[in-house]
C-alpha cells in the first residue's frame, strides 16, 4: 500500500501556467523531499521541508504538518519544465528516522 | 565539486548470477542511501548506510545485501538474480541522513537480467 498520494498523476499545460502538484502522507512525519526526474533516470533534489515554506526561483514548496499534506507550485511554467515530479516523506519510527517512502510521481508537460 | 558516482552505469546479467554496484558519495557525506526504481513499483527504499553501519533497511529479500566503507562508498549486491530485479538501481549521499539533510542522487545503475 502506497502511503504518499500525489495528485494529479499526469498533467499538460502551456507555457506561462502557475501548476501545482499535491501530495498527501499518512503519518507523521521528519522531512519531506520534492525530486525532479528527467528523462534518462537523473534526480535532482528541488526541496527539503520539515515546515512551513520554501522558494527557489520559479519554485514554492509549502507544508502543512496537520493537514498532512505538501505542494509543489511552479509560476510562469516553461517547457524546460517538463518532468516527472515525486514527493518522499520520512518518518521516525523506534530507534530513528526511517527510509524514505516516494510517492507515484507526477508527469509534467509543459507545451510551448 | 564531484557529484555522486556510480558504476556500472548499465549493464546485463543472467538469472542466476549475482551483481555488485557501486557508489562514491560527495567529498565529505557520510550517509549513503540505495533505491531501486521499477514501472510497477516506482521508487522505493533499500536501505541507508552511516559510517559504515547499516542505519535502515526497507521491504527487499536478503538476497539484497550492502555495504560501506570507511571512505563512505557502497557497495550493493544481489545475489541469484530474478528477473524481476531489473530496474534503475540509484545511490544517494547526504551530509547526515536524508531526514533534515538534502540528498544528491547519481545517475544510476541500469540492470537487466535476462
Known amino acids: 500500500k502506497n502511503e504518499v498520494e500525489q495528485s494529479p498523476q499526469n498533467l499538460t499545460a502551456q507555457e506561462g501556467e502557475f501548476i501545482t502538484i499535491n501530495c498527501s502522507y499518512s503519518?507523521?512525519?521528519?522531512?519531506l523531499h520534492w525530486l525532479q526526474q528527467h528523462p534518462g533516470g537523473g534526480i535532482v533534489s528541488l526541496f527539503m521541508?520539515?515546515?512551513g515554506k520554501k522558494k527557489h526561483g520559479r519554485l514554492i514548496a509549502t507544508i502543512n504538518i496537520q493537514e498532512k499534506h505538501s505542494s509543489l507550485h511552479i509560476t510562469a511554467s516553461h517547457p524546460r519544465d517538463s518532468a516527472v515530479y515525486i514527493c518522499?516523506?520520512?518518518?521516525?519510527?523506534?530507534?530513528?528516522?526511517?527510509?524514505?517512502?516516494f510517492g507515484k510521481g507526477t508527469h509534467l508537460i509543459i507545451q510551448p | 565539486k564531484a557529484g555522486v558516482t556510480q558504476t556500472p552505469r548499465y549493464l546485463i546479467k543472467t538469472r542466476g548470477q549475482q551483481v555488485t554496484l557501486s557508489c562514491s558519495p560527495i567529498?565529505?557525506?557520510?550517509?549513503v542511501s540505495w533505491y531501486q526504481q521499477t514501472p510497477g513499483q516506482g521508487l522505493q527504499f533499500l536501505f541507508e548506510?552511516?559510517?559504515?553501519?547499516?542505519?535502515n533497511k526497507g521491504n527487499f529479500p536478503g538476497r539484497f545485501s550492502g555495504r560501506q566503507f570507511s571512505n563512505s562508498r557502497s557497495e550493493m549486491n544481489v545475489s541469484t538474480l530474478e528477473l524481476g530485479d531489473s530496474a534503475l538501481y540509484l545511490c544517494?549521499?547526504?551530509?547526515?541522513?536524508?531526514?533534515?539533510?538534502?540528498?544528491?542522487f547519481g545517475e544510476g545503475s541500469w540492470l537487466t537480467v535476462v
Open positions: 518522499a516523506w520520512q518518518a521516525y519510527s523506534g530507534g530513528g528516522a526511517d527510509g524514505l517512502t
Open positions: 503519518v507523521g512525519i521528519s522531512a
Open positions: 521541508l520539515s515546515s
Open positions: 567529498s565529505g557525506h557520510r550517509s
Open positions: 548506510y552511516f559510517s559504515e553501519t547499516q542505519r
Open positions: 544517494a549521499s547526504s551530509l547526515t541522513g536524508t531526514s533534515g539533510n538534502t540528498i544528491y
